[in-house]
């Protein structure tokens, strides 16, 4: 077994971060990997040392579901969580926060299977860097105090995070064709009414 982390310098809070960070149902849905189908509750909240849950998670490129449980081992306030997965191939989640300059240095950790296959080590680091990149973005805003971040976040957790990965892709595919209709009608109404008139 190895560990593998990512680090990234935020410009937010120890309070946010660790209380973003509490909240399993949220960080679980920031994975750009998977889909959370089902958390079994945490019979603490807020969570502490010893609280138990089990997640139902759907992989999106494998199109697999699997089931597991998940253990709060350590739970230092503003400082770290440490959770121990049951089941598979990782074997530990691990949040590190802290204090710099600019705000916090937070660290994502992975606990893994001697894994040998250079390509699957591969796409693991990869998946704790862009899981740790949207992680960072949503503490960003919820740490943000403009109106904007605000409904942003709302909308955040009120609908987008609430969707599966296909349903997301989905979304932004048809805001996309929205966006084009809207551009292209525009510019044929300009263009009837420079050369129609």
Not at 58 to 78: R, S
Request: charged share 25%; hydrophobic share 45%; net charge neutral.
């Amino acid at each position: 077994m190895h560990y593998i982390s990512e680090s990234i310098n935020l410009p937010v809070s120890e309070a946010t971060a660790f209380k973003v960070l509490s909240d399993l149902n949220v960080i679980l849905r920031l994975s750009p990997y998977w889909s959370l189908k089902k958390l079994k509750s945490i019979s603490d909240i807020p969570i502490k040392e010893g609280s138990r849950c089990e997640a139902t998670i759907e992989y999106y490129a494998k199109e697999i579901t699997e089931t597991h449980g998940l253990e709060v081992v350590e739970y230092l306030q503003d400082k770290k969580i440490f959770f121990k997965v049951e089941n598979g191939v990782l074997k530990e989640i691990n949040f590190i926060i802290e204090k710099n300059d600019t705000g916090i240095q937070l660290t994502h950790q992975f606990l893994i299977d001697s894994i040998e296959d250079e390509i699957v080590l591969k796409g693991t680091k990869n998946e704790l860097f862009y899981w740790l990149r949207s992680i960072g973005e949503y503490l960003k805003l919820a740490e943000g105090k403009t109106l904007w971040q605000r409904l942003f976040k709302w909308f955040m957790d009120r609908a987008w995070l609430r969707l599966t990965l296909s349903e997301r892709k989905i979304a932004i595919i048809v805001t996309k064709i929205s966006i084009l209709e809207l551009v292209l009608l525009l510019v044929l109404i300009v263009i009837w009414n420079l050369f129609a008139l």
